[in-house]
């Protein structure tokens, strides 16, 4: 996820927030491309830009990254409709945060991972995405993802309430049509299932 990638959703919020008040807009759903969701910040560029020491290039480039991915986080936490982030593959790191900032959360029952391994690989974090995780996870679990870098499937996210929901897929299908799969599954369960969506 880089600062292009955020300013990409920022402006794709903008024109669904215009939808939303043109149509009767139900939800808004999430979803990344092939085996993932996100694999997080582009944590190789922080690394090189630290090792640099040569200038203020490291802490320009994490403020603004923290300030504009802050500011995603926050516009889907109070979106004006429902939120669902379908983890079609693995999540890592600011992907995580990312999913957590929906209302809801669907995986892949035993495809893909959802972890946050930033402690281990000695990233600082700023403090708002320790109380986005803090509000969503219970403390036991939170102390699991964000500070020693648990990695959950589906099934295992399910049972500690990462997650609301898991699919099942066969695995013979290619990940376009499993992406189909679980975007139909979020509708019926979720979205057709709730009548004060109606």
Not at 171 to 184: A, C, G, H, P, V
Request: hydrophobic fraction near 40%; include cysteine; proline fraction near 3%.
């Amino acid at each position: 996820m880089s600062l292009d990638m955020i300013e990409a959703l920022h402006k794709n919020l903008d024109f669904i927030m215009e939808d939303i008040k043109k149509n009767n807009v139900k939800g808004l759903i999430t979803i990344g491309t092939g085996k993932y969701y996100s694999l997080g910040a582009e944590v190789d560029k922080f690394i090189e830009l630290n090792q640099s020491n040569k200038d203020d290039r490291y802490k320009n480039h994490m403020t603004s990254f923290s300030s504009q991915f802050l500011r995603l986080a926050a516009r889907i936490l109070t979106f004006p409709v429902p939120t669902y982030s379908v983890m079609n593959g693995h999540c890592y790191g600011a992907g995580a945060y990312f999913s957590l900032a929906h209302d809801f959360r669907i995986m892949k029952r035993n495809k893909g991972w959802f972890c946050i391994p930033a402690m281990k690989l000695h990233v600082e974090l700023p403090i708002g995405l320790h109380k986005l995780a803090q509000s969503k996870l219970q403390p036991k679990i939170f102390r699991d993802v964000v500070l020693l870098g648990k990695k959950y499937t589906g099934e295992q996210a399910l049972n500690v309430d990462i997650i609301d929901y898991f699919v099942s897929t066969e695995s013979n299908l290619d990940s376009k049509n499993e992406d189909q799969i679980m975007i139909d599954e979020v509708i019926k369960h979720f979205i057709d299932a709730d009548p004060w969506m109606a």
